[in-house]
């Protein structure tokens, strides 16, 4: 099974109403079942410079090893090391042009990114950009946020109510490109025909209510550009205050990596 | 109540508030503050007031309205914003509209070393936490200016019933063979989403973009006749 027979991927990013540039980026690889969006911050058009190279990185060095071929599944672990080197890669790049270049001095980026392997996606994040799913028309969130308003939740600082009205809601405490070393939160999940998954800056999650996100997953799952065009709309219809950027995945089949006689033999009579 | 405080060259001429859902700011002897200056448009800028938001709508106007020194179409004014149409300022004043929506993004200079945080930890901390939803309170709901839409099912799977379009987007027809009603600022669209046939609006069929509702448009989603209209 080819990966792009077996998912439907489309992205869409915006300035939105306020900005007047964009400082997200996304790069959506059919083939490798890889999608990756950035969201960057720091000086003038720098956050740019470290969003982009973000993607850039983690698309071509997972890319060049799916090339090379990296192997049959090593049991789960072969995907988490993929991402968390490629991650580790564009930290260590971002940091180091913007501690040699004074016009890019503390630039960084947030990432997330979904890797579509043998009916697996395999889940990294840095940062505040999300991921959600949509399973039998329920939208749920599998990244948790790395920011100071998620902290003050979770140290029961302040509700989850009061999320909604802090002056706190930008203020990521990870991000690419800060320090030498990153830390970065992998996790798995099994996918299944049906799913729709979504990652976005929180130009969209700050703008658009989840329940809203929700209806317009369940409203448009038969046509995933549209979905993705409208949700940016509903962002920049509540205001636009922030880059908006969108990717959802819907996979249409399962796309196990072994497509051989006897796998097939097997799974038939399993 | 929010104001506007009107200056030119750093003198006030005015105060005027917010009492107007549209408020209007021009060179016309309509508008609510009216400013004879060649470099101002005639209907210049309005200042739509939904809620506790003010938004600050550039009517096209010849020369633009910059926000704190930056030009802008349209944006939710905060408080203590300054607003340049021509030659004047006016300086807009709400206690409701404190900038409590600080949308640069900035990273967090820690307190302790977060980035030393180990990889176990990370592991750790990453999914049985709680998630929190962040839209900010007043961009929960589509703020429109309008009265609430509705359809009316004529023949169909809906005939006879009425479905009010509340919320921001109203799913129409079924698997294989539907659209999308959604409510904006500027009004309701239906776009079609899946099937071979395209949603038919009085008689017509709408392609693939998203096409503004009237009232009293005839729809036909599928084997559904509607009608749209305004309450």
């Known amino acids: 099974m080819k990966l792009k027979h077996a998912l439907t991927i489309a992205s869409a990013t915006d300035a939105g109403l306020v900005r007047n540039f964009n400082e997200d980026s996304v790069t959506a690889d ?49 995907e988490t090391e993929l991402l968390r080197d490629a991650v580790s ?13 004074t016009q890019f001095q503390g630039m960084g980026t947030t990432v997330v ?20 799913r949509l399973r039998n028309d329920k939208l749920e969130q599998l990244t948790v946020d790395h920011s100071l308003l998620q902290e003050q939740v979770q140290l029961g600082l302040i509700s989850t109510e009061d999320a909604r009205v802090s002056h706190n809601r930008n203020l990521v405490t990870r991000a690419l490109g800060v320090n030498q070393t990153i830390a970065v939160d992998v996790r798995q999940e099994r996918s299944q025909p049906g799913d729709i998954y979504l990652l976005c800056s929180d130009g969209l999650n700050d703008m658009v209510d989840d329940a809203d996100i929700e209806l317009a997953m369940v409203s448009i799952k038969e046509n995933i550009p549209l979905l993705v065009q409208q949700l940016v709309l509903m962002a920049n219809d509540n205001g636009g205050h922030d880059n908006i950027s969108v990717a959802a995945i819907k996979v249409e089949k399962p796309f196990p990596l072994r497509t051989g006689f006897f796998s097939r033999w097997f799974s038939a009579h399993a | 109540m929010a104001k506007l405080v009107l200056s030119l060259n750093g003198s006030v001429i005015g105060n005027y508030f917010l009492e107007k859902e549209r408020f209007s700011i021009g060179r016309k002897p309509t508008c609510d503050i009216q400013i004879n200056d060649q470099g101002v448009s005639k209907e210049h800028v309005v200042i ?49 509209a404190m900038p409590d929506m600080d949308f640069d993004k900035t990273l967090m200079i820690p307190a302790f070393d977060r980035t030393k ?17 962040t839209a900010v ?29 509340v919320r921001a987007i109203t799913a129409l027809g079924k698997p294989g063979s539907s659209a999308i009603i959604s409510r904006r600022p500027a009004g309701y669209f239906i776009t079609h989403v899946a099937g071979k046939k395209h949603p ?32």
């Open chain 1, 30 to 78: 059919e083939d490798s079942g890889l999608v990756v969006l950035a969201d960057g911050m720091g000086g003038y058009k720098a956050g740019d410079v470290a969003s982009g190279m973000a993607t850039m990185i983690i698309g071509n060095e997972l890319k060049e090893k799916f090339a090379k071929g990296v192997g049959k599944s090593n049991g789960v672990d072969l």
């Open chain 2, 137 to 165: 309170a007043n961009a929960r709901n589509v703020k429109t200016i309008f009265p609430l839409g509705a359809v009316h099912g004529i023949s169909g799977e809906l005939a006879g019933q009425e479905i009010e379009l």
């Open chain 1, 89 to 101: 890669r564009a930290n260590q790049a971002i940091y180091h042009a913007a501690h040699n270049k």
């Open chain 2, 117 to 133: 945080l180990r990889q176990e930890e990370a592991d750790k901390r990453g999914p049985d936490t709680e998630s929190i939803s």
């Open chain 2, 200 to 231: 038919i609006v009085n008689g017509k069929s709408i392609g693939d973009s998203p096409f503004p509702l009237d009232n009293l448009d005839q729809l036909e989603v599928g084997l559904d006749k509607l009608q749209f209209y305004l309450k």
């Open chain 1, 113 to 132: 990114i979904t890797l579509f392997r043998d009916n697996i996606v395999t889940i990294a994040h840095v940062g505040d950009s999300r991921l959600y």
């Open chain 2, 48 to 96: 739509l007031t939904v809620g506790n938001d003010q938004i600050l709508e550039d009517l096209g106007s010849t020369n633009g309205t910059q926000v704190n020194g930056q030009d802008t179409k349209r944006q939710i004014l905060q408080n203590g914003d300054v607003i340049e149409v021509g030659r004047y300022r006016v300086k807009f004043v709400s206690q409701k």
